[in-house]
Each structure stands twice: as structure tokens, then as C-alpha cells.
């Protein structure tokens, strides 16, 4: 069984290598795909990185609207996928007529996406965010009322820490499934059990469970982290891929899940799905013009804010 794994991973590089591919993987994907990728990182480090390389195809390992985003920033660049049923509920969740219809209801009043939605609806907003920058990208922004969405746990976050009033599209039913099932009892339970670890959630996870926690940031925030804490021990509140990602930056650190919390639709790819895709060139990502366009103005506008 190991060596038939060796074999395949070795192969997947030698495709790589000669069809010239460059691999980015989100903190997500399996242990396996992330020892595998040339960079791995969050939403917002992706997208960025996207733009600087060199290298003309692209495999992305993650789920669709990342990928979008990545040949939104890159038109000249072939991004392929391994799957492409990878999706993101959350992201799905909004739909461009539900974004029409507040800007319509309240004129004027800023809307921001977070990156986790559709191109379609990011071509109706004035700003994408994501939860790395959520919090700055709306404090930025001239006036006290914001229209957010879709994750209505994020709108809590960036409505405390900016004191702005937010106002969440779709509502209560913007939520990502993998964050908003942690038990509110895990946190008490973990403080029990590692009494001097510290506690790390993700921005997606409802309001009463970011108050227990002593940290909230984004994939790559948490990876920042323990470096900035002498603590040795941390309880991650976020997707189990992250915990690989964190155990081989900080080796000797110990790290707890939360609770064992699996996004389905990041794990759709796999090392022969991997294979599959660079030995035929296959799912291409492909993006509508018009919407790729507009869409494209509320991305330069969040890089714009961002260099304020
Ligand atoms: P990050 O932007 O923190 O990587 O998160 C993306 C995501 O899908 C969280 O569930
Ligand atoms: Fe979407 Fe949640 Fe999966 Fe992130 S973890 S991709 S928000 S479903």
C-alpha cells in the first residue's frame, strides 16, 4: 500500500514537472495533498500569490470559488482542478438576486462580499473580503451601515470589531456547515482537558463559541499564532486539515481539534484524482467574461483597501 502510494506521488511530480504545472493547495486539503502542492495557504494568500507566479498552469487544490478567484486574477493562466463537484456551501448560499434586491432596499450602503461566494454575486458587490482581512476591509470603508454576507457568523465579528452596523445577506441562513456544528460544549471541555493550552477558532464559527476561545483569525492568521505566544500547547477550532499544517510548522508545539470537524467538499480531491487531473489536463477552470469583469472591480477594490 505505501510503496503504491510512493509510486503515485512520484509520478504526480514527475507530471508536474514535465507538463510544467504549478500546485497550490488550500490549508484544507488532505495531509497527502498538501506535501504534495509548491504552496499552501489560505483564501486570500492564494489569491495573491496567484498573481506573482511565474509558471502559466496552474493544478488548485480546494474548492471552486477559490479557483475562480485564482483565474479571475490570472485570465492568461490555465487553472485545472481534480474535481470539480468541489464546492462551497456557504459561498452557495447567496445568489445574485437576493444581493440585487438589498441594493436595491438600501441605497447607497456598501456591499461586501466575502470571498467565499459565488462570481456571479461578487460581480454585484462594491467589495470582497476575506475572513483575514474582513475586519479591516470594512472599517476602511466611508459610512456606518454595510451590507455582508454570506457567512452571518463572520457579520458578527467584523459588526464587533468594527462597531459598524451590519446589516447580513442571506441571514440566518449564511453559515458554513463545518464551523457552525463545533459543540458549544467543546471549548469548556477542552479547557478541562488541556488546561494550559490556548484556543484558537476560526471567524466562521457562531458568536458564543468565538467568546470561549482566547484567539480568532483566519487559516493563515492561526498559523502566525503560536509564534506569537509562549503557550506550547493550542486547541484549533477550525477544519482538521488545518491541524497538519500547523504540526509542521511548529513541530514542537502540540495541537488538540476542537472537535473533529471535516469540510466534505475540500476531501472530494484525492492523490489519484491528483493524478488523474495533471496526466489529462482535465477539469479546466473556466470563467464567464462579462461576470469575470465585474466581478474583477470588487477584487481590485478589496487590494486597493487593503494598501490604504
Ligand atoms: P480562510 O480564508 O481562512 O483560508 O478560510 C476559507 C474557508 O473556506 C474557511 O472555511
Ligand atoms: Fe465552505 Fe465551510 Fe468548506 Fe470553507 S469549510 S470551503 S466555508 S463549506
Not at 476602511?140 to 457579520?155: H, S, T, Y
Not at 453559515?175 to 484558537?200: G, Q, T, W
Request: aromatic residues 8%; proline residues 6%; charged residues 25%.
Amino acid at each position: 500500500m505505501e510503496t503504491m502510494l510512493a509510486n503515485m506521488i512520484e509520478e504526480i511530480m514527475e507530471l508536474k514537472k514535465s507538463k510544467d504545472f504549478v500546485i497550490l493547495a488550500h490549508n484544507y486539503q488532505l495531509p497527502e495533498l498538501q506535501d504534495i502542492a509548491d504552496h499552501v495557504g489560505d483564501s486570500l494568500q492564494l489569491a495573491t500569490l496567484a498573481t506573482q507566479l511565474e509558471k502559466s498552469r496552474i493544478l488548485f487544490l480546494g474548492v471552486d470559488f477559490m479557483a475562480e478567484t485564482i483565474k479571475l486574477l490570472n485570465p492568461d493562466k490555465t487553472v485545472i482542478v481534480p474535481d470539480p463537484e468541489a464546492t462551497c456551501p456557504l459561498a452557495n448560499s447567496l445568489t445574485p438576486e437576493i444581493v440585487e434586491r438589498y441594493r436595491n432596499e438600501f441605497p447607497g450602503v456598501p456591499i461586501v462580499l466575502y470571498i467565499n461566494s459565488t462570481l456571479e454575486c461578487k460581480a454585484f458587490a462594491d467589495v470582497i473580503c476575506t475572513s483575514a482581512n474582513a475586519v479591516e476591509i470594512v472599517a476602511r470603508l466611508d459610512g456606518q451601515r454595510v451590507i455582508f454576507g454570506p457567512d452571518k457568523n463572520l457579520a458578527s465579528y467584523v459588526a464587533e470589531k468594527t462597531g459598524k452596523d451590519i446589516i447580513p445577506i442571506p441571514g440566518e441562513t449564511g453559515y458554513c456547515y463545518v464551523h457552525e456544528n463545533f459543540k458549544i460544549s467543546s471549548p469548556l471541555d477542552a479547557r478541562r482537558s488541556y488546561p494550559e493550552a490556548k484556543i484558537m477558532v476560526h471567524p466562521e464559527v457562531p458568536k458564543e463559541l468565538r467568546r470561549l476561545a482566547d484567539y480568532v483569525g483566519s487559516t493563515g492568521q492561526m498559523l502566525r499564532y503560536p509564534a506569537a505566544t509562549d503557550a506550547r500547547e493550542f486547541v484549533v477550532g477550525t477544519e482538521i486539515g488545518m491541524l497538519h499544517r500547523l504540526r509542521k510548522t511548529f513541530p514542537d508545539r502540540i495541537f488538540y481539534p476542537l472537535d473533529h470537524a471535516i469540510c466534505s467538499n475540500m476531501k472530494l480531491n484525492t492523490l489519484e484524482k491528483v493524478y488523474r487531473s495533471l496526466n489529462e489536463e482535465v477539469y479546466e477552470v473556466t470563467i464567464d467574461e462579462e461576470i469575470a469583469r465585474k466581478a474583477f472591480k470588487s477584487v481590485r477594490k478589496m487590494f486597493e483597501l487593503m494598501e490604504r
